[in-house]
C-alpha cells in the first residue's frame, strides 16, 4: 500500500542514548518533513527536506539530525537522548496533492 | 511568521449536535487553509482544505469557509456523530500550494457522546 512508514511505533530511551527514526515513503514526493507533537502544542517542525541531498531546519531543530540520500528514506537522529524530547513523532510526505502523514511513533525518555 | 490560532478544547457533544470549531490565522500572502483531523492511536488525515479566499471546502458533512477579511478557517458541521470524536488541527501553507511547510493549531478535541 502506497503510503508514509515509521518505525518503530513505540520506543523507551534512557537519557543520553541515542536512536534513529525510520521514515520510508513510495509515492515519490520530493517533500518530506519530521513534526513532533506534544499536548496543547499542536505539531511543530523539526526538519524538513524538499528533495534528496538537501535538508533545513524547521521551528524546533536542536537535539536532532537529519540526510536524504534517497527520495524514499528520511530517518531522524536523536544524537543524546533528553526528557524534554519525549513526544510522538510524526513523518510527513507532500507533492502537489497534499500531505501524507505517517503513523507515529511514541517516543519516551526516561 | 506564521501563525494559527485555534479554540481551546476539549469540546465535548451528544450525538447529533451542531459542531465548530473556531480558527484563525496570521500569514503573508495568501495561504492555502488545511483542517486535519487526527483519530486515536493513528496519524493525521487530510479533512478539507482551501486555497483561495471565499472557496469552501467540504468533506464527510464537514465545512470551513477561508474568510480573508477575517482571516478565519472556521470548521462547522450539522450533526455530529459518536465517530467524529477525534483530535482537530487546524493547518496553514503560505504561498497558496498544497505542499510547503505546514504550520499548525493547537489542536481541538472532540468527544461526542451517544
Known amino acids: 500500500n502506497a503510503g508514509v512508514t515509521q518505525t518503530p511505533k513505540f520506543q523507551v530511551l534512557k537519557t543520553g542514548q541515542s536512536m534513529t527514526l525510520q521514515c520510508a515513503q513510495d509515492m515519490n514526493h520530493e517533500y518530506m518533513s519530521w513534526y513532533r507533537q506534544d499536548p496543547g502544542m499542536g505539531l511543530r517542525l523539526i526538519h524538513y527536506s524538499v528533495g534528496a541531498g538537501i535538508t533545513d531546519q524547521g521551528e524546533v531543530p536542536n537535539g536532532y539530525n537529519v540526510s536524504r540520500s534517497t527520495t524514499e528514506d528520511f530517518p531522524l537522529r536523536l544524537l543524546s537522548a533528553a526528557p524534554s524530547q519525549t513526544s510522538v513523532y510524526f513523518c510527513?510526505?507532500?507533492?502537489?496533492?497534499?500531505?501524507?502523514f505517517g503513523s507515529g511513533t511514541r517516543l519516551t525518555v526516561v | 511568521g506564521n501563525s494559527v490560532t485555534q479554540m481551546e478544547g476539549p469540546v465535548t457533544l451528544s450525538e447529533e449536535a451542531f459542531l465548530t470549531i473556531n480558527c484563525t490565522y496570521t500569514?503573508?500572502?495568501?495561504?492555502?487553509l488545511f483542517w486535519y483531523v487526527q483519530y486515536p492511536g493513528e496519524g493525521l488525515q487530510l479533512l478539507l482544505k482551501a486555497t483561495k479566499a471565499d472557496d469552501k471546502g467540504s468533506n464527510k458533512g464537514f465545512e470551513a469557509t477561508y474568510r480573508k477579511e477575517t482571516t478565519s478557517f472556521h470548521l462547522e458541521k450539522g450533526s455530529v456523530q459518536v465517530s467524529d470524536s477525534a483530535v482537530y488541527f487546524c493547518a496553514l501553507i503560505s504561498g497558496g500550494t498544497s505542499y510547503g511547510k505546514l504550520t499548525f493549531g493547537q489542536g481541538t478535541i472532540l468527544t461526542v457522546h451517544p
Open positions: 500569514a503573508t500572502g495568501y495561504p492555502s
Open positions: 510527513a510526505s507532500s507533492y502537489m496533492g497534499g500531505y501524507t
